[in-house]
């Protein structure tokens, strides 16, 4: 998912969208801007979107994402970065889940994944062969 703001086509804003542009060039982030067909309204889109100056972003401006004050400016970000989900797991489950993290934590990813991959051959092999 991307965050996506859109602003008005007025000579203000191009001159904004310009620095927007510029802003999100010099911090690495790529934030892809276009036009609406009837060139009404200008918008932005990308992974992370910075508006180096706060007051030039506005609510109506958010089209996805969420924004956060930052360094004087504005940062949007999509809306699926940094949720936390609470779930309930039953006493089975979760001792299950704690002994496979206690199997792999004494263990590299090379030697997980190598474990896993003679698992998978053992098993093929014993379906095929019989």
């Given at each position: ?8 086509n007025?000579?203000?804003n ?17 934030a892809?801007i276009?036009?609406s ?9 990308g ?7 706060k ?7 958010l ?7 930052k360094?004087g ?16 797991l ?8 704690n002994?496979?993290?206690?199997h792999?934590m ?8 190598l ?15 019989d």
């Open positions: 998912m991307k965050a996506k703001i859109k602003m008005k007025t000579l203000d191009q001159k904004k969208a310009r620095e927007i542009r510029d802003a999100n060039r010099d911090n690495t982030k790529l892809e276009t036009f067909d009837d060139l009404k309204e200008i918008y932005f889109e992974e992370g979107i910075w508006i180096p100056d007051t030039w972003y506005s609510k109506d401006m089209v996805e994402g969420q924004a956060k004050e360094n400016g504005i940062e949007i970000q999509p809306v699926d970065k940094g949720k936390t989900v609470n779930i309930h039953d006493a089975d489950l979760v001792a299950e889940l002994e496979i993290r206690d792999v004494s263990k590299s990813q090379h030697d997980i994944v474990e896993l991959f003679k698992k998978g051959i053992d098993q093929y092999n014993k379906e095929n062969n």
